[in-house]
């Protein structure tokens, strides 16, 4: 592992910073996730029918295993995590393999697929992370660039009000209480430093529910609604079925993730200045797969290094892993206190769509800085930025794309951000590494 000291300082990663900053910052990482941690079992549930009491059950599991799966990630123990500011949350390659394993055996199924391949990946991971010498930066640069302008539109979803397919979304008021929270957000970093800039998202969050309540759009009914305490226990649906081919399916699922997490990890270390190496990866990727292991077992689900963190780390310029820890403990007391969790719950999709912007355009230019590195005088490396970017985009621009391919096809291409990196990891390969000309200087 890297050193935490260098010359008697600290490395940023490792400062632990005062406790009132610490607290802020990490409920900063939380409300900047939470909508995505909670949108795979909303999808799932509506999917496969359950009954609501069950939904307020899985998301409050679902919270409870993002931070326990997040501590694990930043705190770290024997050769588990990667120790950086990653937050955990739920994969959404694993949204259609679960519907589908869902409808056929129910929950108990999804579980027992989840165990096997949360036990699979961390079993594989020393072996997976022998591969990084295939992530150089004309790769990383491409994959995050991908990442960013793949999650662009969630944003839009969400500035437009959820539902494409709703009577109200794309109603002025929502596009502009978006763009109120946008502008909030770019003016407190243009007029403000120290503090306050860092903290500009959640300013902007907090700023835009005051508006959205104002003018009558958020909602604090749930809060009175949801209850005071609760606890997921393990196994609450049961013991766990395995199947074969669910199992196969989440595998699959697994293997694309461990590419995306890669990805992740690698522009998270070049934030922070800890750049990742193969010991990390696969410290990093056990975590992983303990996580999704954990999360078979408390109810919950595949878990994953989350892009919009990766983004924020980026905005605040904030590197010490310990704030998203504080995220991680904030995400417990939301999955054992509903309440706390439905005043999050309350924040209008607006608002969040308005912050989305920025999160995630600053993952795509993460990515644009990564290739900045990259030698482009070569045409080998513009048709690998150029055939990735091409291949990621497709579902972006239309969904539906790969509709009439069988589930196991669907289960790896839906996904742009999985395809996009599979072409660039491939391309790099065939160009630079089997084709003898492999770039000293950009591939290190």
């Known amino acids: 592992m890297s050193e935490t000291r260098a010359e008697g300082r600290v490395h940023p990663v490792d400062e632990i910073l005062p406790a009132g900053r610490l607290a802020v910052l990490g409920l900063q990482h939380v409300l900047a996730m939470y909508a995505g941690a909670v949108a795979v079992p909303l999808i799932l549930a509506s999917a496969i029918g359950l009954p609501e009491e069950d939904l307020i059950y899985l998301i409050n599991a679902d919270l409870f295993t993002c931070g326990v799966a997040t501590l694990i990630q930043t705190v770290g123990f024997w050769k588990l995590g990667f120790r950086l500011p990653i937050i955990q949350g739920v994969t959404f390659a694993a949204v259609t393999p679960m519907i589908f394993i869902g409808k056929a055996g129910g929950l108990t199924a999804i579980y027992g697929s989840v165990i096997v391949a949360g036990i699979i990946t961390f079993l594989i991971s020393p072996y997976f992370s022998r591969l990084l010498r295939f992530f150089p930066p004309v790769v990383t640069g491409s994959i995050i660039t991908i990442i960013g302008v793949s999650l662009l539109p969630v944003a839009v979803n969400w500035a437009g009000g959820g539902d494409p397919g709703a009577d109200n979304f794309g109603n002025p008021s929502n596009i502009a209480l978006a763009f109120v929270v946008l502008l909030i957000i770019v003016v407190i970093y243009r007029f403000f430093g120290g503090f306050i800039s860092r903290i500009a998202v959640l300013l902007g969050l907090i700023l835009g529910t005051i508006v959205a309540t104002i003018a009558g759009v958020t909602d604090f009914g749930g809060v009175g609604e ?74 919950a689900f595949p878990y994953t290094a989350y892009a919009q963190n990766v983004g924020l780390v980026r905005l605040t310029g904030v590197r010490s892993r310990w704030v998203v820890a504080a995220a991680g403990g904030f995400l417990i007391l939301l999955g054992l206190f509903p309440k706390l969790a439905a005043v999050v719950a309350a924040i209008p999709l607006p608002v969040l769509g308005g912050a989305g912007f920025v999160l995630f355009g600053t993952v795509a230019a993460t990515g644009i800085r990564t290739l900045a590195r990259v030698d482009f005088e070569r045409n080998a490396n513009v048709i690998i930025v150029a055939v990735s970017l091409a291949l990621g985009l497709i579902t972006v621009a239309s969904p539906d794309f790969y509709s009439g391919f069988p589930p196991g096809f669907q289960i790896v291409f839906n996904s742009g951000i999985t395809a996009g990196s599979i072409a660039a990891i491939i391309l790099n390969v065939a160009f630079n590494v089997l084709g003898g000309a492999e770039e000293r200087a950009d591939t290190r």
Not at 241 to 247: E, M, P, R, S
Not at 266 to 281: D, F, H, K, M, T
Not at 286 to 295: E, M, P, Q
């Open 226 to 299: 949801a209850a005071a305490f609760g606890i997921t226990t393990p196994f609450y649906f049961g013991l766990p079925t395995f199947g074969f081919a669910a199992i196969l399916s989440m595998i699959l699922v697994m293997l694309v993730t461990m590419v995306e997490t890669t990805g992740n990890a690698v522009a998270v270390g070049e934030i922070v200045e800890r750049p990742i190496r193969e010991e990390n990866l696969a410290a990093g990727l056990r975590a992983d797969g303990l996580s999704t292991a954990l999360g078979g077992i408390l109810n």
